[in-house]
């Protein structure tokens, strides 16, 4: 199993710019979600998946927009970049796990807005 | 929502020391506290966990307590050693599967 796998690794983008950043798991997880980190601020979602089909903001939504592809597949897209969305996002699916919730993080991608 | 602080951000410790690592919560509806080390330019990945209904919960050289009147929750890892050097993440889930993370410790183990 591959588990959270997220593309592209690195990516620089000139402000105004668009992106899609996308992210699978392959191991069945009803739960998905995306989080940036900054430093000295820990990890901030972005936006949350509970199921297929569904999708819900977090802490810092603006200026994202998610997609749920499928049960695999969840892409995170800025539709006009600003130098204030530069940060390592991590992907992140969970499975409940005796009355907690384990998640599992991606590798990240580091953006870079100028 | 849920807000988690954590403290120190920084902490160095000689190896073969003791490490704590402090965590408070405001929702007291969150039921579940999962601790995540991330070395420096990997993901994040969790180290231990602990439920409401639990006080204390040990697993080699690390372990976790939990007061829930006081709202406060702290890691333990006793016998440090160089590769427990990276950053700590606490975090409080207050139900719909999500987490909230603290800041972040970042511990450094001097050999």
């Known amino acids: 199993n591959a588990g959270v796998t997220q593309t592209p690794k690195f990516q620089v983008l000139k402000t105004g710019q668009s992106m899609t950043l996308q992210c699978a798991q392959d191991m069945n997880h009803n739960s998905m979600y995306w989080y940036r980190q900054d430093p000295g601020m820990g990890l901030r979602l972005i936006y949350y998946?509970?199921?297929?089909?569904?999708?819900d903001k977090g802490e810092v939504p603006n200026g994202y927009n998610v997609s749920r592809l499928n049960k695999r597949e969840f892409s995170l897209r800025l539709e006009s970049a600003a130098p204030s969305q530069t940060s390592v996002y991590f992907c992140?699916?969970?499975?409940?796990?005796?009355?907690?919730?384990?998640?599992?993080f991606g590798p990240g991608t580091r953006l870079l807005v100028l | 929502g849920e807000n988690v602080e954590q403290h120190p951000s920084t902490l160095s410790v000689q190896e073969g020391d003791s490490a704590v690592i402090k965590c408070t919560y405001s929702?007291?509806?969150?039921?579940?506290f999962p601790w995540y080390k991330q070395e420096l330019g990997k993901r994040p990945q969790l180290i231990i966990d602990?439920?409401?209904?639990?006080g204390e919960k040990k697993d080699q050289r690390i372990a976790v307590t939990l007061n829930k009147t006081a709202k406060h929750f702290s890691l333990h890892i006793t016998e440090t050693q160089p590769e427990d050097s990276a950053v700590y993440f606490c975090a409080a889930s207050p139900g719909a599967n999500n987490l909230f993370f603290g800041t972040g410790t970042r511990l450094t183990v001097i050999p």
């Open positions: 992140a699916s969970s499975e409940e796990n005796r009355g907690g919730w384990t998640q599992y």
């Open positions: 929702d007291s509806a969150s039921n579940y």
């Open positions: 998946s509970a199921s297929e089909g569904t999708t």
């Open positions: 602990i439920r409401s209904n639990v």
